[in-house]
């Protein structure tokens, strides 16, 4: 079993969209979340970083994260063509020196 | 304020060839890492680096060697290329581990013929 499970997609929405991307993991461990966006041909930048659970609001992003559940989640509101890109949830653990990535889930947002 | 740089940005290597991939970070971070990405695989560590003089391996070390001899330069070696290692290849640094946040280079694209 994967430590981090993350569906590719792709996803596409309509302009205006609320947009749900998800992962799941295995190692209660984790405290650390993030969510990371990947243009195309580009590297990966921060979008969203939680610590241990709860929700956490950034403009149009919300990121939420269900320890109990080992679930977490990214909201997009209001969706843009600009928020098209590959978005990768990562994770850690204190101790590690490394983030476990999800594979990432492509979106498209339709004019 | 460049954050980190990455060259080449693309190459194409013969089976059996070797070359080094460059990496430089102006924020004075600690931690730096070489991570591959291929389609459908999510990122894969390959090295990581805790500081100056020190590394040590990730997932996927094989086939690849790094050296850090000073805070800012973290260059991967590729011996002997092969197919396999047809890749896109990030650069990435921290200033601390775990819960730091870690800052990617743009990328450096590899295909081995």
């Known amino acids: 079993q994967k430590e981090v499970e993350q569906d590719p997609g792709p996803l596409s929405v309509p302009e205006g969209a609320i947009v749900s991307l998800n992962c799941t993991y295995s190692n209660s461990a984790f405290q650390y979340f993030m969510w990371y966006r990947q243009y195309s041909r580009k590297g990966p930048e921060l979008l969203m970083y939680t610590y241990s659970s709860g929700n956490k609001e950034d403009g149009r992003f919300t990121a939420q994260v269900d320890k109990s559940s080992k679930y977490i989640s990214l909201f997009i509101r209001d969706s843009q063509p600009s928020d098209s890109a590959t978005y990768l949830c990562?994770?850690?653990?204190?101790?590690?020196?490394?983030?476990?990535f999800g594979t990432g889930t492509r979106l498209t947002v339709i004019p | 304020n460049a954050g980190v740089t990455q060259t080449p940005k693309f190459r194409i290597l013969k089976i059996g060839q070797s070359m080094t991939l460059q990496c430089a970070q102006d924020?004075?971070?600690?931690?730096m890492y070489w991570y591959r990405q291929d389609p459908g695989m999510g990122l894969k560590l390959i090295y990581y680096s805790v500081g100056a003089g020190i590394t040590d391996k990730g997932e996927v070390p094989n086939g690849y060697n790094v050296s850090r001899s000073t805070t800012e330069d973290f260059p991967l070696r590729l011996e002997l290329a092969a197919p396999s290692q047809t890749s896109v290849y990030f650069c990435?640094?921290?200033?601390?581990?775990?819960?730091?946040?870690?800052?990617f280079g743009e990328g450096s694209w590899l295909t081995v013929v």
């Open positions: 924020m004075n971070h600690n931690y």
């Open positions: 990562a994770m850690s653990h204190p101790g590690a020196n490394n983030l476990f």
């Open positions: 990435a640094s921290s200033y601390g581990t775990t819960g730091n946040t870690i800052y």
